[in-house]
């Protein structure tokens, strides 16, 4: 018999989800307060990372979801208050606001702020990170100083950093204070996260290799997030975690792809010459960790068209790829692709194929570029993050730790791989970058692959990012070891007959 009692306690505790307003009126409703993503993840008990997203169209679900709306609902409330007091103060206040506007005249001109990498600027523009109207540029690109003003939530850790440790700043301008920027906001040199959790680790396995290795390998996400958390503090730039993204960048279906092409290389010579060969199969160390150093965008990209590539930003492009005549040597550039017509490529596709088409190499004419969706971006956004796992992968090599090995391996592998779509890293939504690092270690291996042909060698293959095949002296061109500018031997066959 059915235990129609159970039935109707399932009914009695079923109720339909909290409604929750768009991504949009959230975000402005936290903002009209003056709170901070750090302040209300605080008292929600999440990161502030995870209010970005729910700020950019994820939604929490929940006793947490009931909490945000219970937030929202009376952050209406408030500000609907706020507004009523506000308006019957308007008409008193109106005349002597009038006379206190006096903006510059020129307004497309940038003032000297007395920074060499700071400007006021005449007329209020976009900010890079946030998209919100800045009064001031960082070098050159428009941007809020004060973290309060700008949606990111690593702005406000810079801020509460710069008021527990830094004297007060000359303001710029009534009402705003100048939070010092880059050179002016240096933290305290990052911890040595990863020792203390390999040793922390192994301690509480009593020193069973086998499963401190698998322990640390399982927690490499949230501690790789945590690396980069402590390498980011006082950094010049800062970045949107959970920014919206075009459609290309978005995968067709729930197993499929999206439409960004990585130019991942998955070539072979077509032919060798008449006689015996030995060939060496060279594996490229670190290839996603050296990729992390390459341009990428900082805040939301922007939609452009036109033939036209801006260097000081970065993204993804619609190109129609050049021609490619040295197939028979080199490998094209884009990777293997037998589609012919235009494809959308990351930023650092477009740059190889830029620069082999320029005139130092003129290997192939420049590619065409349709549009493009791009930010103001950075080649050293990542540097601190990349040196310390590179450090901590060549003391775990000189000492011969493996299980430190595994754990930065672990760190930096899938922290590529996670930051795009992904249920394992809600921390950072980041697809182009997934992108962008991915294809620029494809395109670290064709310059290796060029540098080899250059020197001498005869390419044999270029496979995905770490693999060259090679024919003769490659010692006197790579450097053999183990470290990140080195590269070990795969493997030596023999083809042909002698």
């Given at each position: 018999m059915t235990d129609f009692g159970a039935i109707d306690a399932l009914l009695a505790g079923a109720k339909k989800e909290v409604p929750l307003p768009s991504a949009e009126e959230r975000r402005t409703l936290r903002e009209e307060l003056n709170l901070s993503r750090a302040q209300l993840a605080q008292a929600l008990g999440v990161s502030p990372s995870t209010v970005g997203g729910w700020e950019s169209g994820r939604d929490p679900s929940g006793e947490v979801r009931e909490k945000y709306a219970y937030f929202l609902e009376a952050a209406r409330t408030k500000l609907a208050a706020e507004a009523a007091e506000e308006a019957s103060a308007e008409d008193s206040a109106s005349s002597e606001s009038d006379s206190q506007d006096d903006a510059p005249a020129d307004a497309g001109q940038a003032e000297d702020s007395g920074d060499d990498d700071v400007a006021v600027l005449a007329a209020p523009q976009p900010c890079v990170l946030c998209g919100e109207p800045a009064r001031h540029q960082v070098a050159g690109f428009p941007q809020h100083l004060d973290p309060a003003e700008c949606g990111s939530s690593e702005s406000v850790k810079a801020a509460e950093t710069a008021e527990k440790t830094e004297p007060a700043q000359p303001q710029s301008e009534p009402g705003v204070r100048v939070v010092p920027v880059g050179r002016r906001l240096q933290a305290a040199d990052t911890p040595d996260l990863i020792g203390t959790a390999v040793a922390a680790v192994l301690a509480e396995h009593s020193g069973d290799v086998e499963s401190a290795t698998k322990a640390l390998v399982k927690r490499a996400i949230p501690d790789a997030m945590a690396l980069l958390d402590h390498s980011r503090m006082g950094g010049r730039y800062d970045v949107v975690a959970h920014p919206w993204m075009p459609d290309v960048l978005r995968k067709q279906s729930s197993r499929g792809a999206d439409q960004i092409w990585e130019a991942r290389p998955k070539w072979s010579r077509s032919e060798l010459p008449a006689g015996k060969h030995e060939i060496t199969a060279l594996d490229v160390n670190g290839a996603y960790l050296s990729a992390l150093k390459t341009h990428l965008p900082l805040g939301q990209l922007e939609h452009s068209t036109g033939n036209h590539h801006d260097r000081r930003r970065a993204g993804i492009h619609l190109i129609?790829?050049?021609?490619?005549?040295?197939?028979?040597?080199?490998?094209?550039?884009?990777?293997?692709?037998?589609?012919?017509?235009?494809?959308?490529?990351?930023?650092?596709?477009?740059?190889?194929?830029?620069?082999?088409?320029?005139?130092?190499?003129?290997?192939?004419?420049?590619?065409?570029?349709?549009?493009?969706?791009?930010?103001?971006?950075?080649e050293g956004l990542l540097e601190k993050f990349r040196i310390a796992l590179k450090d901590a992968r060549d003391r775990a090599i000189a000492d011969n730790d493996d299980v430190t090995l595994e754990y930065v391996k672990a760190m930096y592998s899938k922290f590529v791989s996670t930051m795009g779509e992904s249920n394992y890293n809600r921390e950072l939504y980041r697809t182009d970058w997934m992108h962008l690092i991915r294809s620029q270690a494809f395109a670290n291996l064709w310059w290796k692959a060029h540098r080899a042909y250059d020197e001498g060698l005869m390419v044999v293959r270029a496979m995905g990012t770490d693999e060259l095949h090679v024919i003769g002296d490659w010692r006197a061109v790579f450097a053999e070891g183990r470290g990140v500018t080195e590269v070990k031997v795969k493997d030596v066959y023999t083809v042909g007959t002698g």
């Open positions: 129609t790829p050049p021609d490619w005549e040295h197939d028979a040597y080199l490998p094209n550039p884009i990777g293997s692709r037998d589609e012919p017509g235009p494809l959308w490529v990351t930023e650092s596709t477009l740059r190889l194929l830029l620069r082999v088409s320029g005139p130092k190499y003129g290997l192939c004419d420049p590619p065409e570029i349709h549009e493009s969706w791009t930010s103001g971006a950075t």
